[in-house]
């Protein structure tokens, strides 16, 4: 179940000062800490490719999980910040994924691995990842979009520094005493949730079903369904695959571990450029063709020719990583202008449930294909494909919006005309005019892998 709490515009304002800042701050180290070990699982892929001498389809099987069970788990998992709040749900959230990693002292078969770094770790990523957008959304009526950019923003700050952090836990630690330290990191997460400190004028008036069948009856929220499947699919392939290909290409391990940082540098700097320059730039149709469908045929169509030396390694990496962090700030934006932010959190579920799929299939998918193949570049030629479908479904409805059955200018009826609300207003006009009315704020965040 989603909680939905009202807001009103006294209480929103009066909530200023540090306290909502000292938020956004830990929601920030919230995201850093998840995502950097989460978009890592492609060091760890070749780590305990080597340990355990399994092929890349067996191995790839650590990654997937852990990034389907993230995704899954923060929106199954979405009661206990219903019931206890976005503090407690961090807290237990970090306690949990802290013991998943700490039981990787003690795996010495696979299926292991499966378990402590796939499925415990992922509930407990999952329990903290949502709450932390949460708990910054809940305190912010005005400048919502920057701090929401702010906390995001961690996510690529942890994909700089988490990769060469884990390397050189590994190099000297060996790759046990590395998920040992990382423990330590995810008992961090603890220090961050307590920091959120709840706002006692929240009330909450109603819950919404978690897969709530009113956005099924649009083609559009079908559309962006299949979207994040595909972008879920093809980036888990990246994330996952881009160390191993490197290295077949001669590339050292410390190197390779400068490429994934170099995705972090590249999406953090798109982040800020676009949130600096506001939503709307975001959302310009130029913009929107240009950078998710001409980035997504360049990397498509040239990833081979730029994985046979290091700087062109780096010349895609850095294409990618703009490239993502573009994408995943205009389908947010983009999802809320089609759809508005009611109908996002209403099929909530079905968006995360396709971004898991995405992320389980994935690697397993493509680690079949450099089995038969013998060859990394037909799995990024598959990922590339994938990523490029997922944008053009996006930017054409974004170029075609919605056109809905309405009154025109001359007040004939079932006359076309253009969509300007959001959607869920043209199949339920009363439960829109229901929660605009009490500004209510709805506890939902389409993550994007």
């Known amino acids: 179940m989603i909680v939905v709490t009202v807001k009103h515009k006294q209480s929103m304002s009066e909530d200023a000062g540090l306290r909502k800042w000292v938020i956004v701050v830990a929601a920030f180290f919230t995201q850093l800490i998840i995502c950097g070990i989460t978009y890592s699982i492609g060091i760890f892929h070749i780590v305990f490719r080597d340990h355990f ?113 884990i390397r050189f836990l590994i190099e000297q630690y060996a790759w046990r005493g590395a998920m040992l330290i990382l423990s330590g990191f995810c008992l961090n997460l603890c220090v961050c949730g307590a920091l959120m400190k709840p706002q006692p004028r929240d009330k909450e008036i109603q819950l919404l079903p978690l897969l709530s069948c009113l956005p099924l009856r649009h083609p559009l929220f079908h559309g962006m369904c299949i979207a994040n499947l595909f972008w879920s699919f093809g980036s888990t392939v990246i994330y996952l695959y881009l160390p191993s290909y490197a290295m077949a290409k001669g590339t050292d391990f410390e190197t390779v571990t400068y490429l994934v940082m170099s995705i972090g540098v590249s999406s953090f700097t798109c982040r800020m450029m676009f949130a600096f320059m506001g939503r709307n730039s975001t959302l310009d149709k130029i913009t929107s063709v240009l950078c998710p469908i001409g980035l997504g045929l360049v990397i498509t169509g040239i990833c081979p020719l730029m994985f046979n030396d290091v700087p062109g390694q780096v010349g895609y990496t850095i294409l990618f990583g703009f490239y993502s962090g573009y994408w995943t700030t205009f389908l947010s934006q983009a999802s809320r202008e089609l759809l508005g932010p009611e109908y996002i959190a209403l099929g909530n579920g079905y968006l995360c449930f396709m971004i898991a799929v ?28 994938c990523l490029l479908w997922s944008s053009v479904i996006m930017v054409l409805f974004k170029i075609r919006s919605c056109v809905v059955p309405g009154k025109a200018a001359n007040h004939q009826i079932n006359q076309p005309t253009e969509h300007k609300l959001p959607l869920i207003t043209a199949i339920n006009p009363k439960v829109t005019d229901r929660m605009y009315n009490d500004e209510i704020v709805v506890e939902a965040m389409v993550t994007s892998f």
Request: charged share 10%; aromatic share 12%.
């Open 53 to 165: 001498q399994q092929n890349h389809f067996d191995t790839s099987w650590i990654g997937s999980i852990l990034l389907y069970v993230t995704a899954l788990s923060s929106v199954m998992l979405r009661f206990v910040t219903s019931e206890f709040g976005c503090r407690v749900s961090v807290i237990l959230g970090g306690l949990i994924a802290a013991g998943g990693m700490a039981l990787g002292l003690f795996v010495t078969e696979l299926y292991q691995v499966y378990i402590c770094f796939g499925l415990i770790t992922g509930i407990g990523f999952g329990l903290a990842c949502s709450p932390s957008i949460v708990a910054v959304e809940r305190h912010f009526a005005q400048n919502r979009f920057q701090a929401l950019s702010v906390v995001v923003g961690g996510v690529s700050c942890g994909i700089i520094l988490f990769p060469i952090a």
């Open 358 to 385: 995405g992320s389980l299939a994935g690697g397993p998918a493509a680690g079949m294909l450099i089995q038969e193949e013998m060859e990394f570049k037909y799995a990024f030629y598959l990922a590339g494909a």
